[in-house]
């Protein structure tokens, strides 16, 4: 496994905001769950610039044209343009702390259960299985890839796990007191929660060898 340390690119605050729980990325704003809304904000401003009013506990995706969101025991699918809940499925074991759309699925985080589930998106009905040996509080596909955000006391990771046996390719140390409660990639960047510290930081990826 390689390790490395993760490389903070930018840090955000938000006026009135004390608490980012899960994140997701529409290609030109970062959404994430503070409890009672879901904000969008400019990450190249790092200004928020609408938010919507919904049950926002812990993991958000996006399909390309409607958010999914945690709320306690339900995943709720929202028109981002209304922020109308047109649908609602039951969340993996009546829960989970991330969440991220990839390959036409839902897969969900399981923060104390150690797994990520790949999930029917209209049903909920569970399609796989992949096991951590750490806590999982964050999940997001980039490039093909599965990586899954890890906080465990003072320490949190940001890992690249193989989709097969859950086996740890590659490892980003987050420095102390930065947890990541949610996790997204969007372009060259990891976005990541930070819990009650209400902030979002933005971590550099691991740069990629062209493929022929």
């Not at 899960?22 to 990450?43: C, E, L, N, R």
């Not at 989970?96 to 999930?119: D, M």
Request: glycine content about 14%; proline content about 4%.
């Amino acid at each position: 496994m390689k390790k490395s340390a993760a490389e903070i690119a930018e840090e955000y605050a938000f006026p009135g905001i004390d608490a980012v729980h899960g994140v997701t990325y529409d290609g030109s704003q970062v959404w994430f769950a503070s409890g009672d809304k879901i904000h969008a904000m400019d990450p190249k401003s790092g200004k928020t610039v609408r938010a919507i009013d919904t049950a926002a506990h812990a993991g958000t995706a996006f399909d390309g044209r409607h958010l999914f969101q945690i709320a306690e025991a339900q995943i709720h699918k929202i028109d981002p343009k209304t922020g109308k809940v047109l649908s609602r499925i039951p969340a993996p074991n009546g829960g989970g702390a991330g969440l991220t759309w990839a390959e036409g699925t839902l897969w969900v985080g399981q923060h104390r259960a150690r797994k990520i589930h790949q999930i029917d998106p209209d049903t909920g009905e569970i399609l796989r299985t992949i096991e951590s040996n750490r806590f999982v509080t964050g999940v997001t596909w980039t490039d093909g890839e599965l990586w899954h955000a890890t906080w465990e006391g003072d320490e949190s990771e940001i890992r690249h796990v193989d989709t097969e046996t859950g086996e740890v390719l590659e490892c980003l140390e987050m420095p102390p007191g930065a947890g990541i409660s949610g996790l997204e990639a969007g372009g060259d960047r990891f976005y990541c929660g930070g819990g009650f510290s209400g902030k979002l930081r933005a971590v550099k990826k691991p740069k990629r060898r062209a493929r022929n």
